[in-house]
Every structure is written in structure tokens, then in C-alpha cells.
């Protein structure tokens, strides 16, 4: 098999999904899941560094938290269900590909000079830095290709918060794809291709950069800070927390719809921080307002940021004591929310925050009672959720045929 | 002497800077240069990681580029010239402790209860992460604090060039900073606190975040590619190229004024792409219109990047054939400019595109007649210049006692 790194003129493909749905048109793209490729052509570009596309979950959830993020949201634009079904197998395609490590298409560059390239060529001898590409469904979609009936009673209406400011153009979406990446050229490379190969198909109708984690899922990893300086959500639930994997993130089969069994709900929030107003507060006030201290991480009265809370001893409008699983009948979710600055606004402020996310079995049972227990947060006068979606995550790609949604969209399933 | 990343309440000022600008107001500010403090304090908290601050040039100019950039442009509120005088001194210690690995202020956390803390506590456990700070005067400070005969003949009002489409509230601005950092968290906090210093004196008036570099100042290291993936100005000038540093970037004494001897000028441009038409371009004219080649990055004819151009071999409207110095009487610059991507605009395209910033001894040499000599490029076609600045970047600052500005502002100078 050829490298895709070194420049190999006599194999680039007319069926590239570049040249593919927007040189040639619908039809050429149709023929391009059946492009010859052997195994060795998604392997892994450099061992260690990518991570495993295949499995019963999508990776980019339990998957230790990578270093930077590009989230897109999508409506979608054709009413052509094949159409849509034949996108959906073009980009598991291309995430395959573009999670090992390789350009789309096999002539990303040195090709057929008459089309444009595969790839767009950003990514090009950077290494697989660990991106996961993770699709998602919203409500939306649903209204559309006949799927009213295949809805999944969790995928709820998000209710309206205390608090909330949303706007409607950073909220919603049809479907979603989280990228996450130890290098954000890697992320932004992925979206932008997926978004290459949808054109005509879908659009991207928000978009957010992430350039901090603040979550881990590694349980030896001390949690990252968000903007406020503080550790949160220290007590994540672990990627290697099989049972509260299974208990508080996976979709059982008794959970239904069957279709969704292996998958996650994901709650996206962009949440503004009052940074100036932040920066002014005393160090006590920061520490009262969070429930534990700036620097360790501890809870009130502890002495290590893993140390089990004491809620009691915190102020009732507690940050950790609201959050807390104790405060809200266990409710539990996995974070993997992401730091965000969007350059600054009319007045000079940082645009400037967390991005949460957050992954969870049954989001009735897991960021809604949180959400509402935390009315009285207060933190609430330093943030405001300004942007809000949620997304349904099918069940993990099984193997080479197999695709994004396909026991969504598949009758048999 | 202390360890600053431990909790040390009893070490905590009153006169760190947080508490000083913002909870105990100007006057104790003044006094805030004056704490004691002793060398070990300052030394990188990291060795091999943290870039020198003190030295004849500033850092992140002639600095191995680093992977991430915050830049930020202020305004000036304050018309104290002492206040101001203060602040660049209030500044030029904060960013002494940052580049260093360490906390603004001497109790960042931990202490002093009533006051805010003096660091914003999201870069503690980071390591310095090449952290870079370079400041820069734009030339509408020259308007103010009686500075209009100090200021530089080559600090021109740039003149309108083709093409350009300027959103104001994205140009100019009193003075810059620009932090480069391999950890973006870094960088963002370091603006963040400068900001944060700032408050009351200066506003920031625009900003911009780098998430991935397009320039390399290393000779050995490969060019970044930009995001229409291809490699461009492979022939920068490398950190280590003391011959064409002399004698394209830094000023010299004889170039007046001679308080800026040893600075350079830096030219910011935020340069849109149309990446969306430009994706569905072939790669036959994509690698026409760059002159070179887009796997290896090679000119046109030519076998690898690195090897000399024969521009007569190019399109006479070719990106490298315009912009090569042969073509503009050896104009050379030092590009350290980065990739950005700030969502996506209300079409569903990314708002992405090159942060140009250039290094140059004098712009009318430098930047101006290259990018007159762009006005032809066939590059204009995807992407538009919509944000633009010029700064007069200072020398470097010398040693513990000396200040960012001082040889402009001190009157023995």
C-alpha cells in the first residue's frame, strides 16, 4: 500500500471525496465507500498517537480528555434521505481515516491537478495527536426524513434554566460533531473537511473553539482549571470507571430506543464567565462561591482537591454542594468541558469561558436535575449560559462497513 | 526564598498587583515595583521551558516560533502620564514572573483573604510553555503624553493597499501585546492579567488568538503549513541568523530615533480566507497561484522546499514569485504569523484565516513595498486583509531594574 505521505501521483482517486461531491456530484459520491483500501491505509500514521476508531462507543467520550477542541453544530439542507444516509457513510469514512492519522481520499495532494485535492492539506504530516471525531443528533433532526417515531423520550426539550440568556445562534442544531485533538490544527483540519464533504448537505450553523480542557477522565491526572482559576468537577467520572461508565454515560438496552443502545447523551452549554467582575472578587468570596480552596482544589475543610466533601460545612449556595451528586438523588454526568476566549467584546471584556460538556445516560436523570439545583448557584452572578444544545450519540462504529447512525437509519435496526 | 507554586499565606503582599490596582487604588500601586524580592524569585520555575525576558531585543521576535499566540491591542484611558509610566513598570514585573513560570504577584492564592488574588489562578501548575510577552507602541500613542516628536519616521501611517476591506474595530490600537506560549491556557492568562493590571488605564481594543503557527524561525525545522495547506515563506529569517536579523530586523543606531535601538516594527493583518472556494479549487491552480508545490512545498520545478526559486518559471502572478525579496529590491521580513479560526459567520464559513504579524527594521522597506507588490497576486482572489496595526516594538529589557518603554519615556534617553 502506498504511503499518503509521500506524494503519489498515479494513485489518486476520481471517487476523493473532494472531487467527489463537489467536482463530480452526487452520483460520483455515491460509488466512493467503495473505493479499494486495504487495511493498512487506516492503520494508525504513528503508533500511540491515534486513537481507536472502532468500537461499541464512540471514542471522544470516555477517551482521556485531549488537549483542544472544535465543536460544530449542522443544520441539515438536502430533504433527500439516500443523500443524507450516503453524507453520514462518506464522513465515517473520512473520520476513519482522518483519526489515523491520514489525509481524505488516498490523492490528498500530488494528484489529478484538475480537481481539487481530497484534503485540504493543513494537517498534512502532523501527527493523529489522539483526535476523536464524535457525531450527535438533535431534536431537529428528527422532524425531518420520516424519524418522528424513532426519537428517544431522553432526547428532551431542554426547559428553560434560571438564568438562561441563550442565543439562538450558538443553540441547536440537527447534529453535532465534537473534535477533540492534542493539536488544534488537527481538530479544525477535521471539521472543515467533514464540513467540505457535507457541502450542499448540511451547514454549519455554530461553531466553537475550545483551547483548555478543564475536565480529565484520567483518574490519576489533577483536574485542569477553568478560567476562573478553580479546579471543578473533580470527582469525574474516569474512562476507566467501567461501572460508572455503564451506570451513569452508556445507554442500556432497556433504556430504549434499541438504536440507541451504546450511545450517550450530550448537553453543550456555552457558559460566558464575568471575568472582570471575577478578577475583583476576594480570594474568600472565590473560595465560598466554589466550596473549596483556589490553590489545592480542596473542599471547604479538607486538605487534598480529591479529599470527600464535607457539603455541610460549605455555604448552602455552594457551587461544589449544589453540583454534588448527593445534592441531586446521585445525579452524575461526564464532563468534558473546554475553556474558551472568542476575542473581545464592545467593551473591551474578554469573550470568555467554558464550554461544557457533558456526556450522561438519561440527561432527565443527569443535567437537568443539576441544572436546576444549581438556580441558586452562586456562581450564577459571574456567568451566564449563552449558548445551549443537546444531542443524542449513537452507539460506537463497529468495523470497516460499518457507519454514523446506521442503526438509526437502517431499517432492520 | 519562597516556593511561589506552594501556598504560602504568610508571604502574601498587600501590594501584589491585584490587590493594588483594583482594592487599594493607584497609590499603593506606585509602590508595588518596590517589593522586595529576591533574584531566585524570578528564575524560570522550569528549566528549559521558560524563555529569558531580559535581554537587548525583546523575546518572541527573534524566539523559535511557539505553537500558540494571544494577541491584544489597547487603548490608553488614562491621559496620567505617570500612571501610565507606572503601569509599563507594573507590566514589565508581571510579565518578568510570568515568562518565568510564576504567578503575578508574590501570594497568587492562599492568602490574603479580603483581597482578590493577585494571580487569576488558571496557568498554577502549568509550566512556562516558551511563554513569550512583547510589547509595542501604535502610533496614536504618540498623540498623547507629549510624545508627538518622539515618535519613529518609520512609524508611518500604513497607506490603504488594494484590496483592503478594514473593519476599525479590528485595526490599530495605542499598544500591543503579543504572547506566544506552546500552551494557549499561558498565553490567555498572561493577557488576561496584563489586562486585569491594566484596568482603569488601558482597555483592550481589539484581540486575537493563534491556534496554530504559520512561520518557523527554526533553519532545521519544517514551514507550518497555513490553512490553505500549503507551506509559505520557507525562507524566514531563522532566530539563529544573526547577519540577516541586523540587517532586516533590528533597528540600529543610526536609524533613529535612538530610543529604539535594538526594537523592531511588527505589522499585524488579519487576512481572511475563503476557505470554502478555495477548497474547490483544482490543485493545478492552487499550486499556480502559490508557486510552489502542495505536498512538499517545493517552487515550481524545483524538488524540495528549501531549494532556491527560479520565479521566471512561475506565473507572473505566482504568491512566492511576488512576494520573494528579487522581486521587491531584497525586501525581507520575519513572518511569525498564525492560523485562526473564530466560528463561523452567518453563511455557515468559517471565519478563518492568517494572523500575519511581520518583524522588520523599517516597513517602508519591509512590509509596504511587499505587499504593494501583492496587489497583484493571484492569492487576492480567496482571501481579504480586514484588520491591520503597526507597532514600534521597544528594545529589550535589560535587567530587574530596567522597564518595558523606559528609553522612550525616561527623559535621559
Not at 472502532?54 to 460544530?72: E, M, N, S, Y
Not at 481524505?104 to 495527536?129: H, I, N, Q, W
Not at 473549596?292 to 480529591?306: F, T
Request: charged share 25%.
Amino acid at each position: 500500500m502506498t504511503d499518503t505521505n509521500s506524494p503519489s501521483p498515479s494513485r489518486r482517486s476520481l471517487l476523493g471525496w473532494g472531487g467527489a461531491g463537489l467536482a463530480l456530484g452526487a452520483a460520483a459520491a455515491g460509488g466512493a465507500v467503495a473505493m479499494a483500501r486495504t487495511e493498512d491505509d487506516t492503520a494508525p500514521a504513528a503508533a500511540g498517537s491515534a486513537i481507536a476508531f472502532h468500537g461499541p462507543h464512540q471514542a471522544g467520550i470516555a477517551t482521556p480528555v485531549q488537549d483542544r477542541l472544535h465543536f460544530a453544530a449542522f443544520d441539515v439542507t438536502t430533504d433527500d434521505r439516500e443523500v443524507f444516509v450516503q453524507l453520514l457513510k462518506d464522513w465515517t469514512e473520512a473520520a476513519r481515516r482522518m483519526t489515523a492519522g491520514h489525509p481524505v481520499g488516498e490523492g490528498a495532494y500530488g494528484g489529478l491537478a484538475e480537481a481539487p485535492p481530497d484534503d485540504t492539506g493543513e494537517a498534512l504530516g502532523l501527527k493523529p495527536s489522539r483526535l476523536t471525531l464524535t457525531i450527535g443528533f438533535g431534536p431537529s433532526l428528527f422532524e425531518k426524513f420520516d424519524l418522528a417515531d424513532r426519537r428517544p423520550e431522553a432526547l428532551v426539550d431542554l426547559p428553560k434554566f434560571a438564568g438562561d440568556n441563550l442565543d439562538k445562534n450558538r443553540s441547536g442544531g440537527d447534529l453535532c460533531i465534537q473534535a477533540c485533538a492534542d493539536d488544534p490544527q488537527v481538530a479544525v483540519h477535521a471539521v472543515r473537511n467533514l464540513a467540505r464533504i457535507g457541502f450542499g448537505k448540511v451547514v454549519i450553523k455554530w461553531s466553537q473553539l475550545g483551547f483548555g480542557k478543564t475536565s480529565s477522565t484520567t483518574p490519576e491526572a489533577q483536574t485542569p482549571r477553568n478560567l476562573m482559576g478553580f479546579k471543578d468537577g473533580t470527582r469525574n467520572i474516569a474512562g476507566t470507571e467501567t461501572d460508572r461508565l455503564e451506570k451513569f454515560v452508556w445507554v442500556d438496552g432497556k433504556d430504549g430506543p434499541s438504536w440507541m443502545e451504546g450511545g450517550s447523551y450530550l448537553v453543550a452549554r456555552r457558559i460566558r464567565m464575568h471575568i472582570e467582575t471575577w478578577d475583583r472578587t476576594s480570594l474568600q468570596e472565590q473560595e465560598d462561591i466554589f466550596g473549596r480552596d483556589k490553590g489545592e482544589g480542596a473542599p471547604v475543610g479538607k486538605a487534598k482537591e480529591r479529599d470527600e466533601p464535607f457539603l455541610k460545612a460549605m455555604k448552602p449556595d455552594a457551587h461544589v454542594r449544589l453540583a454534588h451528586p448527593d445534592s441531586n438523588h446521585g445525579a452524575t454526568i461526564l464532563r468534558r468541558g473546554y475553556s474558551f476566549t472568542d476575542g473581545t467584546d464592545g467593551l473591551g471584556r474578554l469573550d470568555a469561558g467554558l464550554f461544557f460538556l457533558a456526556f450522561q445516560r438519561d440527561v432527565r436523570k443527569g443535567f437537568i436535575p443539576i441544572q436546576r439545583s444549581l438556580a441558586t448557584d452562586a456562581l450564577n452572578e459571574y456567568i451566564q449560559h449563552v449558548g445551549s444544545a443537546l444531542f443524542a450519540v449513537p452507539p460506537g462504529v463497529r468495523d470497516k462497513d460499518d457507519w454514523w447512525g446506521r442503526t438509526l437509519f437502517s431499517k432492520e435496526a
